[in-house]
Nanobody, 121 residues
Framework: QVQLVESGGGLVQAGGSLRLSCAAS????????MGWYRRAPGKQRELVAT???????TYADSVKGRFTISRDNAKNTVILQMASLKPEDTAVYYC???????????????WGQGTEVTVSS
């Protein structure tokens, strides 16, 4: 099994910055992709950013140029650096990882528990 532990959420004023971190641990053979999703109040969960093993990144149009995703493969960690935050970025942010397990060599998808980001105007 794999555990994803997120940290770094909080309250920030519009225009400010926050850094989210997600560390994966457990029976990890390889991490095929890691990413961040978010669910704003009253809305469905949406993709924010992803990064695959080759360091290829994708971003939602709404965060391009403001958010940067990166990963530390040695530590099985993914970072979301958020800048120029807007009130509409307020949401619970969830870490996501596609992991191949050592025990079965099959890919599974895991989710973190979520970390809340609130941007005040």
């Amino acid at each position: 099994q794999v555990q994803l532990v997120e940290s770094g959420g909080g309250l920030v004023q519009a225009g400010g910055s926050l850094r989210l971190s997600c560390a994966a641990s457990g029976s990890i053979f390889s991490m095929n992709a890691m990413g961040w999703y978010r669910r704003a109040p009253g809305k469905q969960r949406e993709l924010v950013a992803t990064i695959i093993s080759g360091s290829t990144t994708t971003y939602a149009d709404s965060v391009k140029g403001r958010f940067t995703i990166s990963r530390d493969n040695a530590k099985n960690t993914v970072i979301l650096q958020m800048a120029s935050l807007k009130p509409e970025d307020t949401a619970v942010y969830y870490c996501n990882a596609r992991v191949v397990l050592t025990t079965i060599l099959k890919e599974y998808t895991y989710w973190g528990q979520g970390t809340e980001v609130t941007v005040s105007s």
